[in-house]
């Protein structure tokens, strides 16, 4: 998987200027060590993440294995911190947001306190879809022109990995918004419904396991089987640069 070598700063820079252009509709991906685990069967998730305008990784795991691997990333964009600061920039800019998914009143708790911070900050829709969206017509109707009729520059996707990707992917040119951006769980952690790791943890890479304790009936199996495997992959990819490295 491609992996943008860029800090949380250039990221903004080029979404931002992206969304001020408007020219050609694109979308942005957040990976963590899920993510990686759902690209190893998933030709379709593998084709979306390889048609992205960035990949950013959200994950520490990520910049470890970066690292690990002699392709070192600048440091981890975190998706959270990603949508705060950019509904920050896109107050400062003049520029309109649309919030889509969460869990029910999380991308309006979510917009409602961002605008306390930022007044100027322009949140022209939030809209959190039904369980099962995806496979009602009707409904994802009503999503697509209730996005096209508010015109943001700006769409957060809550929906969760592969979901957001995967609606992204097939309606980002038709919704004609600049820049989609899919960055998970994160209404949930900015309105405060979700507990967040302390910096500290989200810094040593521990912030798995304070997710794991806060939700484990949620998070078990991800964190739990998801982990070891993650650890495995990276683990097979440097014995095989080590074995060509040693036959060159």
Request: aromatic share 10%.
């Amino acid at each position: 998987m491609k992996l943008d070598q860029v800090t949380l700063d250039e990221a903004i820079n080029l979404i931002v200027d992206s969304a001020i252009l408007g020219n050609i509709p694109k979308y942005v991906v957040t990976p963590n060590a899920q993510h990686i685990l759902l690209l190893q069967n998933d030709m379709h998730f593998s084709e979306i993440y390889a048609k992205a305008f960035l990949v950013v990784a959200d994950g520490v795991p990520l910049v470890w294995a970066s690292r690990l691997l002699k392709k070192p990333l600048p440091g981890r964009i975190n998706g959270t911190d990603l949508f705060e600061r950019l509904c920050q920039v896109a107050a400062e800019k003049g520029l309109k947001v649309f919030l889509l998914g969460g869990r029910p009143q999380a991308a309006e708790n979510a917009a409602k306190l961002l605008q306390q911070r930022h007044p100027n900050l322009n949140v022209v829709g939030t809209y959190c879809p039904p369980y099962g969206f995806e496979t009602d017509p009707a409904e994802l109707a009503s999503i697509n022109s209730k996005i096209k009729t508010a015109a943001p520059h700006l769409l957060f996707v809550g929906l969760g990995a592969p979901k957001q990707e995967y609606w992204m992917y097939q309606v980002h040119q038709e919704l004609e918004v600049p820049i989609s951006i899919g960055i998970g769980g994160s209404f949930e952690l900015v309105s405060g419904a979700v507990p967040r790791a302390p910096i500290w943890m989200q810094k040593s890479g521990l912030e798995w396991f304070f997710r794991l304790i806060a939700e484990p009936r949620r998070l078990w199996k991800r964190y739990i089987l998801g982990n070891p495997h993650f650890i495995w992959l990276v683990f097979g990819q440097w014995m095989r640069q080590s074995l060509a490295k040693k036959t060159s």
